[in-house]
């Protein structure tokens, strides 16, 4: 998720799940399965509940849970299992560690053995605290973007310059020459612009082309 728009000084800073992710574990004969994606907005996440719901349609029980940051949106459901035993166990999870912009869907399987109010919170917490660590957690973080146009023959090593000071390609476009986007941490741009006319001998150069909102993983 790489969001291009401008004025995002007020949007970063925050965490979200890195990645779309599945984890499984059984209790008491009762499979319990995590999903989680992460999600922009409302119908983001009810598509994603919506998927798991008739992908998993034989199941006893699909609690969910979203966050959404830009809309101030907190929802969650246990889906039939007792009150306060599935939705907001599950939430407490991402709220402890301050994770937003998700949508987390437990499903469980019932396995014929009652596993009590304490118990049912304990599986979906766990349920829910297994899938984010399968998805890690990535930090929303304010990076410069620039625009270069560069021959064929020096693609693949502009690609390697800018990796080696954290740089992300975002965007390719094949011409008479290449003209690429990139993206950089604030302040790591200058390095490498500084590389690239060395290696074009003063021949290249970056253009600036904003700022955008990019995912980190965190260490």
């Not at 919506?50 to 889906?79: F, P, V």
């Not at 599935?86 to 399987?109: E, H, K, S, W």
């Not at 620039?146 to 992300?168: Q, T, V």
């Amino acid at each position: 998720m790489i969001d291009d728009n401008n004025n995002k000084n007020n949007n970063i800073g925050y965490l979200i799940p890195a990645r779309e992710a599945e984890s499984e574990f059984t209790e008491k004969r009762s499979r319990f399965i995590g999903q989680i994606r992460p999600v922009e907005n409302e119908p983001d996440a009810r598509r994603f509940l919506d998927e798991i719901r008739k992908k998993n349609y034989n199941a006893r029980h699909n609690c969910w849970c979203y966050i959404l940051k830009q809309d101030g949106i907190t929802r969650y459901s246990d889906d039939g299992e007792p009150q306060g035993t599935a939705g907001q166990p599950m939430l407490n999870i991402f709220q402890r560690q301050g994770i937003v912009d998700f949508c987390c869907v437990v499903t469980r399987y019932f396995g014929g053995i009652l596993l009590g109010a304490g118990g049912l919170s304990r599986a979906y917490a766990k349920a829910a605290k297994d899938v984010l660590n399968a998805a890690g957690v990535a930090r929303i973080e304010l990076w410069t973007q620039w625009e270069l146009d560069c021959p064929y023959g020096m693609l693949d090593r502009i690609r390697r310059e800018a990796e080696l000071r954290s740089g992300r390609v975002i965007s390719v476009d094949y011409g008479a020459d290449v003209r690429l986007k990139l993206a950089f941490p604030t302040g790591k741009a200058e390095n490498f612009a500084a590389k690239l006319r060395e290696l074009s001998a003063g021949g290249l150069d970056l253009r600036a082309a904003g700022e955008l909102t990019v995912p980190v993983p965190r260490a």
